[in-house]
C-alpha cells in the first residue's frame, strides 16, 4: 500500500535552514502531486505549497514565497521542503501528503507522519 | 486566496449523536470540497472528496453535502472513534486552504 515516510525530527536554530525528506513507496510517485502541510503547536492546517515531480512545476503560498524551495527526486521517489531564515513562527509538525492524482490540486488522500521542526537558540 | 470558515469551533456530542459541521467558502468553489478528520498525535485522513464522495473504507455514517459557498459534513450517528478534528479544505484553486477545524468532544 502507499506510504510516505518522513524524515525524523529537527531543532534549528532561528535564521538557520531545515530541509525534510518525504519518501513515497507503493505507488507510482510520478503520477501524483506531493503538498506540503504544516500545523503549529495547538492549532490549524496550513498549506505551504506543492510539486508535481513528473514536471518539477511547484507552487508555493505566497506567505513562504521567498523562503521555501520544493523539489522531488524522481529516482528515489522523494520529496523535499526546505524552509530557510526559520523564525520564531515557523515551529510545527510537516506533513507532506500526496494528491490523490497529479493536479496540485488534488484532494490528499495519502499523508506522512509529520516531522516536528524546532526553532530555538 | 479563498478564506474558509468552519462552525461551530467545538461541538460537544454524545455517542449516537447526528453531528453536521458547516463550511463555508469565500467565493464560489462549485463542489471542490473536501473534509478531513485528524485525531491527536495523528496525520490528517481524507473523510470526503469533491463535496460528497468518500473516500474509500471511510464508514458510509459520514456524508458531506453542498456546492458554490457552503457545505455540510454529517456524522449520522457519531461513534466513540469520531472524537477528533474535522477540517474543511478547498481544492478550487492555490494556495490550498484549510478551515480553522471543529474539535468534536464526548459530551
Known amino acids: 500500500q502507499v506510504q510516505l515516510v518522513q524524515s525524523g525530527a529537527e531543532v534549528k536554530k532561528p535564521g538557520s535552514s531545515v530541509k525534510v525528506s518525504c519518501k513515497a513507496s507503493g505507488g507510482t510517485f510520478s503520477n501524483y502531486s506531493i503538498s506540503w502541510v504544516r500545523q503549529a503547536p495547538g492549532q490549524g492546517l496550513e498549506w505551504v505549497g506543492g510539486?508535481?515531480?513528473?514536471?518539477?512545476?511547484?507552487n508555493y503560498a505566497q506567505k513562504f514565497q521567498d523562503r521555501v524551495t520544493i523539489t522531488a527526486d524522481e529516482s528515489t521517489s522523494t520529496a523535499y521542503m526546505e524552509l530557510s531564515s526559520l523564525r520564531s513562527e515557523d515551529p510545527a509538525v510537516y506533513y507532506c501528503?500526496?494528491?490523490?492524482?497529479?493536479?496540485?490540486?488534488?484532494?490528499?488522500?495519502?499523508w506522512g507522519q509529520g516531522t516536528l521542526v524546532t526553532v530555538s537558540s | 486566496e479563498i478564506q474558509m470558515t468552519q462552525s461551530p469551533s467545538s461541538l460537544s456530542a454524545s455517542v449516537g449523536d447526528r453531528v453536521t459541521i458547516t463550511c463555508r467558502a469565500s467565493q464560489s468553489i462549485s463542489r471542490y470540497l473536501n473534509w478531513y478528520q485528524q485525531k491527536p498525535g495523528q496525520a490528517p485522513k481524507l473523510l470526503i472528496y469533491?463535496?460528497?464522495t468518500l473516500q474509500s473504507g471511510v464508514p458510509s455514517r459520514f456524508s458531506g453535502s453542498g456546492s458554490g459557498t457552503d457545505f455540510t459534513l454529517t456524522v449520522s450517528s457519531l461513534q466513540p472513534e469520531d472524537f477528533a478534528t474535522y477540517y474543511c479544505q478547498q481544492s478550487y484553486s492555490t494556495p490550498l486552504t484549510f478551515g480553522g477545524g471543529t474539535k468534536a468532544e464526548i459530551k
Open positions: 501528503a500526496r494528491g490523490s492524482n497529479i493536479s496540485p490540486l488534488a484532494p490528499l488522500d495519502y
Open positions: 469533491a463535496g460528497s
Open positions: 510539486i508535481i515531480p513528473m514536471f518539477g512545476t511547484t
